[in-house]
T-cell receptor, first 113, second 117 residues
Framework: KQEVTQIPAALSVPEGENLVLNCSFT??????LQWFRQDPGKGLTSLLL?????REQTSGRLNASLDKSSGRSTLYIAASQPGDSATYLC????????????FGKGTTLSVSS | GAVVSQHPSWVICKSGTSVKIECRSL??????MFWYRQFPKQSLMLMAT?????????EQGVEKDKFLINHASLTLSTLTVTSAHPEDSSFYIC?????????????FGEGSWLTVV
């Protein structure tokens, strides 16, 4: 059974810091991995999608890496801003195209000004 | 704009009643939709996979007779919480895949807050 773990559970940083969020998964046979952002009481916003054949994806100040063999992914946020404060969720596709995503519990990020 | 729409955004119902939540794909056909539940400070837990024109596939531990899923058209799936109890209060969110987009892009609805009193 695929399990997704995110560390740390919560993180508080001052504005401007670079930070790394970690995600690990137990079954390396994934189709892809996706990072989402969730604001309190809201739905999900997709940030980055990494296919199993890819090593990383970048979007603006965000960079996500994938090491499928070791079952790990990291989300790097450069020059953090208060507007980045949210919960960041990592999710993996269960190994076949078209299947559901399995989510980690998330990392709640607070960026102070 | 949103490509998957959920309705209602929030609902309060009395214990013992049933409540229906709709999930619509707005500009693509979704043969498969997924329903998740999220308790406060917890992750999204997959409840079931909704397949157009056939029975839903439920995850272990999810009562199919309590959480009725209907996917009668290519753009609409509904989740009905029957005989709701306070412990069913949660955030319910649906998602759908667009198989015509690269990577079979998955989209999420805005979620529905259910409070059972």
């Amino acid at each position: 059974k695929q399990e997704v773990t995110q560390i740390p559970a919560a993180l508080s940083v001052p504005e401007g810091e670079n930070l790394v969020l970690n995600c690990s998964f137990t079954d390396s046979a994934i189709y892809n991995l996706q990072w989402f952002r969730q604001d309190p009481g809201k739905g999900l916003t997709s940030l980055l999608l990494i296919q199993s054949s890819q090593r990383e994806q970048t979007s603006g100040r965000l960079n996500a890496s994938l090491d499928k063999s070791s079952g790990r992914s990291t989300l790097y946020i450069a020059a953090s801003q208060p507007g980045d404060s949210a919960t960041y969720l990592c999710a993996v596709n269960r190994g076949q195209a078209g299947t559901a995503l399995i989510f980690g519990k998330g990392t709640t990020l607070s960026v102070s000004s | 704009g949103a490509v998957v729409s959920q309705h209602p955004s929030w609902v309060i119902c009395k214990s013992g009643t049933s409540v229906k939540i709709e999930c619509r794909s707005l500009d693509f056909q979704a043969t498969t939709m997924f329903w998740y539940r999220q308790f406060p400070k917890q992750s999204l837990m997959l409840m079931a996979t909704s397949n157009e024109g056939s029975k839903a596939t439920y995850e272990q531990g999810v009562e199919k007779d309590k959480f009725l899923i209907n996917h009668a058209s290519l753009t609409l799936s509904t989740l009905t919480v029957t005989s709701a109890h306070p412990e069913d209060s949660s955030f319910y969110i649906c998602s759908a895949r667009d198989f015509d987009r690269p990577g079979n892009t998955i989209y999420f609805g805005e979620g529905s807050w259910l409070t059972v009193v």
